[in-house]
Nanobody, 126 residues
Framework: QVQLVQSGGGLVHAGGSLRLSCAVS????????LGWFRQAPGKEREFVAG????????FYQDSVKGRFTISRDSAKSTVYLQMNSLKVEDAAVYYC???????????????????WGQGTQVTVSS
């Protein structure tokens, strides 16, 4: 069993920065994946950024490339999403996710993940 506890988020002006954190506890899953998704009101949950547990590969949604960075601190078992140059359209509830099983599924897919954080609101004002 894996538990994900999120922190960070809040209100920021457009152009500003925020960092989301996701503390991972429970059994390790070296063959898995870590990701961030977001869901705006009335929209489906969408992939934002992801990485293999080893950290060897990272992937981003096109709209956040160059602005967002996913990273992992192994010592703290924490995953981060650094968000810079935030836009109004980035506002959403953000979720961290872990895929704890070996899988050939692309890590941009919701179905790749089996554990989710509680979600945190990001609001961007114009």
């Amino acid at each position: 069993q894996v538990q994900l506890v999120q922190s960070g988020g809040g209100l920021v002006h457009a152009g500003g920065s925020l960092r989301l954190s996701c503390a991972v506890s429970g059994r390790t899953f070296s063959a898995g994946a870590l990701g961030w998704f977001r869901q705006a009101p009335g929209k489906e949950r969408e992939f934002v950024a992801g990485m293999s547990w080893s950290g060897g590969h990272t992937f981003y949604q096109d709209s956040v490339k160059g602005r967002f960075t996913i990273s992992r601190d192994s010592a703290k078992s924490t995953v981060y999403l650094q968000m810079n140059s935030l836009k109004v359209e980035d506002a959403a509830v953000y979720y961290c996710a872990a895929g704890t099983q070996p899988s050939k599924l692309n890590l941009t897919l919701l179905s790749r993940y089996d554990s989710w954080g509680q979600g945190t609101q990001v609001t961007v004002s114009s």
